[in-house]
């Protein structure tokens, strides 16, 4: 559904409360807190999503104190609609509080076609971005990020492009996504020395995928940058979705590329093992699994994509129990190890 093809009639006043209602964290040594949960907008914004139950979840969020607002330049389908459609809904309902909300972006996927519209050359972000902001109808994003190493590029340029952005004025504070801690602490070092106000590190992580925790979270922790995690519930694997096998129309149904029948039959067994903790906790399996992430002081906020308001809703609930047995984190270990 295009945003055109809604109406967009009625006024926006956030609960007055939402500040209340979440709790902040300080992203590394910066001055930025973020909300322990943020909003990614990554599969259901684009022109094939239901932007009626969008709009109804952004508002949503915001009344909760979800003040982080996450998109890249190829989110969609198709690529940059989610950056479309979140501008004319930011200039309806959420323009008057600009200056209280995060926003950021990423480059580094695959956006158009050629040898400019990939990757991590000064060139492919610097326009890439160009482009974002004009689809949001902004003068800056918050954050930009670059989304993934780039294995060609030198590591100098793409850091240096980081860099110009800033001080264009294009976006206030950079970060990276998906570095191994390796490439990391080069990235740190070089953008350190250039003074640019590099704040976080975006990483997939979660019960079923830990592998920040071999190397990442101690660079992070050690040069004081912030960790984001994105794709707390695997994709789904740790919610109640498949719990009972794989359900009609689910992503696993579907065959996609990032999750298919053979990984929800390979976790089946540790999915209903880890159910029976959480209920035990007077949890769903999600809010484990996020509550699990925001145990950890070096995670700065988890980043949820939903697809109606009952899903953020259930996913805010995390938040308020975050407090795990030693007796339960060995439970957890041995069930996902």
Known sequence: ??????????DYKPGPDRYEKMKYRRCGRSGIMLPELSLGLWHNFGHAGNLVEGRKILR???????TH??????????????EENFGLLLKKDFLPYRDELLISSKAGYDMWKGPYGNYGSRKYLIASLDQSLKRMGLDYVDIFYHHRPDPD???????????????????????ISNYPADTSSRAIKILRDQKT???????RYSLFDRWVEKGLTKVLGEEGIGL???????????????????????????????????????????IKKLNKIAESRSQTLSQMAISWLLREKHVTS????????????NNYRAINNTTFTTEELDKINRITS
Request: net charge negative.
């Open 1 to 10: 559904m295009k945003i055109n093809d809604i109406t967009l009639t009625e």
């Open 60 to 66: 949503r969020a915001f009344d909760l104190g979800i």
């Open 69 to 82: 607002f996450d998109l890249a330049n190829n989110y969609g389908p198709p690529y940059g609609a989610a």
């Open 153 to 175: 590029t030198p590591l100098e340029e793409t850091m240096g492009a980081l860099d110009q952005i800033v001080r264009s004025g294009k976006a206030l504070y950079v970060g």
């Open 197 to 203: 106000p590099f704040i976080i590190h975006q990483a």
């Open 228 to 270: 984001i995690a994105f794709s707390p519930l695997a994709q789904g694997l740790l919610s109640d979705r498949y719990l009972d096998g794989i359900p009609e129309g689910s992503r696993a149904a579907k065959d996609l590329a990032y999750l298919g029948p053979d990984d929800v039959n390979a976790k089946l067994d540790s």
């Open 302 to 313: 988890v980043l949820v994509g939903v697809s109606s308001v009952n899903q953020l809703e």
